[in-house]
Structures are given as structure tokens and as C-alpha cells.
């Protein structure tokens, strides 16, 4: 809150009031107030991303397209870990899509208040707007590695079932909300800590062992997969198998799972990333 007051001289006195605690709701629609500014964080995100490259938006074709051969070498051909009734390059990518999406996201994200340390103390605004840029930003190559998949899927004599291709919004929107919920934890303690950006790289390779990237969910022990499901990507993956290349049934439970998975991880991250909030300005 701001007040004027005039002395004698008839100068102006500015006096600032700190605001008390606000509710986690009063909070969100400040953050919606400020989507305006989020946009342009985003977009920023996405020219800073690729300037001075090559290849430019090359490489968000180039990245899953990379990782679709060197998995389809060593553990399609070489370990021969079974991919259903798929050729295993489709099988990988279906999931390749949606894990680098997921590992740029937070990659970004986690340490992206530090980046920012100049701006996060200069002026106010909800910081925690700052980690949700380099996700809105990462829409942009999912958008384009989608288009790859669909290419890819079609030259090995895949047809995406219909109605399940319909399923991709739902499941892009479940992507998004795990990305979130991760990140504005990671984000908000890479701040505070700076172990995290240490932890961050061997956090997201240990994930990529318990998602179901290079192999199938039915490999999992059945006693274990109520414990695996929590991982929030195990729905996202299956799901993405399910729609796009009509492997299995549609995951309702383990996308169910998710959802309340990363919607708990959000809202509790987004509690905490608040109540910390006034301490990045001389800890970033």
C-alpha cells in the first residue's frame, strides 16, 4: 500500500506498507493479474533459446529424433527389450515426446530464479511467474516433436486409433501440470539452496529408469505398480502409447493418478513457493 503526504515544503513523502500474508487464493489471482507479463517471459524464453544457434527450431525435431535412434539401438536391437506389437523406434518416441518436453521443462525451471537474480531483486512482480516461463516456453518444440511423431508413426505402417488421438490435449495438459508441480519446488529450494542445481541432473536421470520410456508398464511386477503409478509421468507415457499408437487400453487409473499427483505437488509447491517468496530478492 502507498500513501502521499506533503510537508512544508510541499514535497512529496512516499511511504510503503508491506502487505500482510495473503491467502493461496488471493495469490493465484494476482498471478492471474499478471499473465500479461508471463507472455512476455515466454516469449523471451523461446528467442533467448535459440539465438545465435544453427539449427534453431531444428533441434526440437533433432533432440527426440536422437534419442529415438540411440534407444532403438541399444535397447531395441541390442538388449532387446520387448516394445509390444510396435517397432520400437514409434514405441520409443511416443515416449521420447513427452519425457524431453518434461526434462527441458524442469531443467529450466529449477534454476531459472538464479538466472534471473537481477530482475527477481529490481522490481516486484509474483516470481513465481519466472518458473512458469520456460514451461509455457517448451509448448512451442512439444507442439513441433509432436508433428515429428505422427511423421514417424505413420512411415512404420502406424495408424493412430480414432477416437483416442483425441486424448492428446488431455494427456499435454497432464504433462504440463507434472512439469509444474516439480518444478516450482525445485525452483523455489534451487533459490534457497544451491545443491540443487547439482541434485536437479541426477533426480531427472533416475526418473527416466522409473518412467516407462524404453520399456513397457506390463514389465513392471504387478505388486509394484500401484507404488510405480505414483510417478506422475507412468500415466502421461502410457497414455501417449495409448493414443498415438493404440498400444493397450487407455490408462484411465495410472491418468487418474497423475492427475492428483501433480495437482498435489502443485498446489503444496505453490504454498511454499509463496511463503518463501520475500526471501529470493537477497538470496537470488
Given amino acids: 500500500m502507498v500513501a502521499h503526504s506533503s510537508d512544508a515544503a510541499h514535497k512529496d513523502v512516499t511511504t510503503i506498507v508491506a502487505r500482510g500474508t495473503r491467502s493461496l487464493r488471493s495469490y493465484v489471482d494476482e498471478v492471474w493479474r499478471y499473465r500479461d507479463l508471463l507472455f512476455f517471459l515466454v516469449l523471451r524464453d523461446i528467442r533467448v533459446r535459440y539465438s545465435q544457434t544453427v539449427l534453431g527450431?531444428?533441434?526440437?525435431?533433432?533432440?527426440?529424433?536422437?534419442?529415438?535412434?540411440?534407444?532403438?539401438?541399444?535397447?531395441?536391437?541390442?538388449?532387446?527389450?520387448?516394445?509390444?506389437?510396435?517397432?520400437?523406434?514409434?514405441?520409443?518416441?511416443?515416449?521420447?515426446?513427452?519425457?524431453?518436453?518434461?526434462?527441458?521443462?524442469?531443467?529450466?525451471?529449477?534454476?531459472?530464479?538464479?538466472?534471473?537474480?537481477?530482475?527477481?531483486?529490481?522490481?516486484?512482480?509474483?516470481?513465481?511467474?519466472?518458473?512458469?516461463?520456460?514451461?509455457?516456453?517448451?509448448?512451442v518444440d512439444l507442439a513441433i516433436a509432436l508433428g515429428l511423431l505422427v511423421v514417424v508413426v505413420l512411415a512404420f505402417g502406424v495408424v493412430p486409433p480414432f477416437p483416442g488421438i483425441l486424448l492428446l490435449p488431455v494427456l499435454i495438459v497432464l504433462l504440463v501440470l507434472a512439469a509444474v508441480g516439480i518444478s516450482v519446488w525445485l525452483a523455489a529450494l534451487g533459490a534457497q539452496y544451491r545443491d540443487v542445481r547439482f541434485v536437479t541432473p541426477f533426480f531427472l536421470q533416475t526418473l527416466l529408469f522409473v518412467t516407462p520410456v524404453i520399456y513397457v508398464v506390463s514389465e513392471v511386477p504387478e505388486g509394484l505398480r500401484p507404488f510405480y503409478s505414483v510417478n506422475p509421468l507412468v500415466g502421461v507415457v502410457s497414455g501417449f502409447r495409448a493414443a498415438v499408437l493404440g498400444q493397450g487400453p487407455v490408462p484411465w487409473d495410472a491418468m487418474a493418478t497423475s492427475l492428483v499427483v501433480s495437482l498435489t505437488l502443485a498446489i503444496l509447491g505453490l504454498a511454499y513457493f509463496r511463503r518463501v517468496e520475500r526471501a529470493f530478492a537477497d538470496i537470488a
Fill in 57 to 139: 527450431f531444428g533441434w526440437s525435431i533433432l533432440q527426440p529424433l536422437l534419442q529415438m535412434i540411440v534407444f532403438s539401438i541399444f535397447f531395441g536391437a541390442l538388449a532387446g527389450i520387448s516394445s509390444g506389437d510396435v517397432p520400437y523406434p514409434a514405441f520409443s518416441l511416443a515416449a521420447v515426446v513427452p519425457w524431453t518436453y518434461f526434462l527441458n521443462a524442469v531443467s529450466m525451471s529449477s534454476l531459472s530464479l538464479i538466472s534471473n537474480a537481477q530482475l527477481v531483486s529490481k522490481v516486484y512482480f509474483p516470481r513465481i511467474l519466472i518458473p512458469l516461463a520456460p514451461i509455457g516456453a517448451g509448448l
